[in-house]
Every structure is written in structure tokens, then in C-alpha cells.
């Protein structure tokens, strides 16, 4: 174990892994800020899971930022349209 690993408790843990997702969003204020990134220099998983929920964070904003193809655009308004007239 480095100097900068220790032993988190399980508790402990947990209440940073809820602060993750706000850190990843910038939603903490700075002392927030300061307290779970100190947490994350010692804690190997907590920031594997850091790590992951960045990922997943990029793949999942880089998805909504695609287009669809105009065709297929095309079929879904004609199904879409179709659906309310039956509706």
C-alpha cells in the first residue's frame, strides 16, 4: 500500500460514490470538490468507479449528439404520424 492508499470504509465509500456522479457534472462546491477528489487519490475503487461513469457519461453525450439518417428520420415520422391517427 503507496502513501497515498488507505483502507476506506465501506460507509465511506458509498457516500463518495453518491458525490461522483455531482463531480462529474459540476454540481459540488469547491470544499465538496476538494473532499472527494482527496477521497479519489487514495481510494482505487472509488476511482475506477469515477473513471467508468466518465466514460460512460462521454459515450452516452457523444449518442445524443448524432443525427439520425435522413431516411430513417423519414420512416419514424411517417410511423409516429400514422400512430396519433390511430389514436
Same mark, same amino acid.
Given at each position: ?8 470504509? /465501506? ?5 463518495f460514490l &453518491?458525490?461522483? *456522479?455531482? =463531480? ?6 469547491? @470544499? ?7 477521497? =479519489? ?6 476511482? &475506477? @468507479?469515477?473513471?467508468?461513469? %466518465?466514460?460512460?457519461? /462521454? *459515450? *452516452? /453525450?457523444?449518442?445524443? /449528439?448524432? *443525427?439520425?439518417?435522413? &431516411?430513417? %428520420? ?9 400512430? %396519433? @391517427? &390511430?389514436?
Amino acid at each position: 500500500m503507496s502513501s497515498h492508499e488507505h483502507e476506506a470504509s /465501506a460507509t465511506e465509500c458509498a457516500d463518495f460514490l &453518491e458525490q461522483i *456522479v455531482f =463531480l462529474i457534472d459540476n454540481e459540488l462546491g469547491a @470544499t465538496d470538490v476538494a473532499a472527494v477528489k482527496l477521497h =479519489l487519490q487514495s481510494c482505487t475503487p472509488c476511482l &475506477e @468507479t469515477y473513471d467508468q461513469q %466518465r466514460i460512460v457519461k /462521454a *459515450v *452516452v /453525450a457523444r449518442s445524443c /449528439a448524432e *443525427v439520425a439518417p435522413g &431516411e430513417l %428520420r423519414s420512416k419514424i415520422m411517417v410511423q409516429i404520424q400514422a400512430l %396519433r @391517427t &390511430e389514436s
